[in-house]
């Protein structure tokens, strides 16, 4: 048993948001009880994904 603030924690990471969705869905729940998480995991790889694009050099442009 942990407490709320450590679960909600645990869930603002990716590893947690898609252990949390996995589990649900190995435990039947329906849709919209495992849905947050997903669209959590969609939205953080968008936002990683155009990180990188700002971040790291196009191939053959010097920095």
Known sequence: QMSEFMHKLGDMTPN???MTAYLKILQGYDLPQFIWPVI?????????FVLGLLVFPKRGEMA
């Open 40 to 48: 959590y995991l969609c939205l953080f790889g968008f936002v990683m």
């Open 16 to 18: 947690g948001a898609g």
